[in-house]
């Protein structure tokens, strides 16, 4: 629909529930999940296009790169209670692993020039906090400290911050480790960055 309410429009259609939608860059396609597979289609709907096949286990929380051309996801694999970051191609093509954590990690966030994702993960101290990791899996970076969960990570558009919730409230943190809450209401959450707009 339109930022204003308008113009509401059903997208896909089936048995199975679909979420985690993930706007492309140019707009032309949305990733979304279903049956524990990733997928994409126009964003007026039609024909679904499948991105991992054949992976087994369970895919989810597709996060398009600034180019386009690969798509983040969290995986948990058949019989495992732990989950890594991989990336893979639009049209599904290698898929790789990006994390090798003993942990939960999940919800990535591309930073804007597409060199570093970052995601949520319960690796130290058995609650989730936010970390950041290079594309090439390299350069593990823990970006916030708390006591208590520390999710939803949304990398802001000029790569200066990352916005994320904590305790109902919406967060941000920038790259020297300062945070600063956004919002008090109580039962916020999944912060999202409006683009930059072109001139």
Same mark, same amino acid.
């Given at each position: 629909?339109?930022?204003?309410?308008?113009?509401? !429009?059903?997208? $896909?259609?089936?048995? =199975?529930?679909?979420?985690? +939608?993930? /706007? %492309? #860059? *140019?707009? @032309? &396609?949305?990733?979304?999940?279903?049956?524990?597979?990733?997928?994409?289609?126009?964003?007026?709907?039609?024909?679904?296009?499948?991105?991992?096949?054949?992976?087994?286990?369970?895919?989810?929380?597709?996060?398009?790169?600034?180019?386009?051309?690969?798509?983040?996801?969290?995986?948990?694999?058949?019989?495992?209670?732990?989950?890594?970051?991989?990336?893979?191609?639009?049209?599904?093509?290698?898929? !790789?692993?990006? $994390?090798?954590?003993? =942990?939960?990690?999940?919800? +990535?966030? /591309? %930073? #804007? *020039?597409? @060199? &570093?994702?970052?995601?949520?993960?319960?690796?130290?101290?058995?609650?989730?906090?936010?970390?950041?990791?290079?594309?090439?899996?390299?350069?593990?970076?823990?970006?916030?400290?708390?006591?208590?969960?520390?999710?939803?990570?949304?990398?802001?558009?000029?790569?200066?911050?990352?916005?994320?919730?904590?305790?109902?409230?919406?967060?941000?943190?920038?790259?020297?480790?300062?945070?600063?809450?956004?919002?008090?209401?109580?039962?916020?959450?999944?912060?999202?960055?409006? +683009?930059?707009?072109?001139?």
């Amino acid at each position: 629909m339109r930022a204003d309410g308008t113009h509401v !429009r059903q997208v $896909t259609q089936g048995k =199975a529930d679909d979420d985690g +939608p993930a /706007w %492309s #860059p *140019d707009q @032309r &396609r949305l990733a979304f999940s279903r049956d524990r597979q990733l997928f994409t289609v126009g964003p007026v709907g039609g024909p679904v296009r499948r991105v991992t096949r054949n992976v087994g286990g369970e895919a989810a929380s597709p996060a398009w790169s600034p180019d386009g051309k690969l798509i983040a996801y969290d995986y948990r694999r058949p019989g495992f209670d732990s989950r890594e970051i991989w990336v893979v191609g639009v049209n599904g093509g290698r898929p !790789r692993l990006v $994390t090798k954590l003993p =942990a939960v990690s999940t919800l +990535p966030s /591309w %930073s #804007p *020039d597409g @060199r &570093r994702i970052a995601f949520q993960s319960n690796l130290h101290g058995g609650h989730y906090e936010i970390y950041s990791i290079g594309r090439d899996g390299r350069g593990l970076r823990r970006e916030t400290r708390s006591a208590i969960d520390t999710i939803d990570p949304a990398w802001s558009p000029n790569g200066k911050e990352i916005a994320f919730s904590r305790d109902g409230a919406i967060w941000t943190v920038d790259r020297a480790g300062h945070e600063r809450k956004l919002t008090s209401a109580g039962n916020d959450s999944t912060p999202a960055w409006r +683009p930059v707009l072109p001139h």
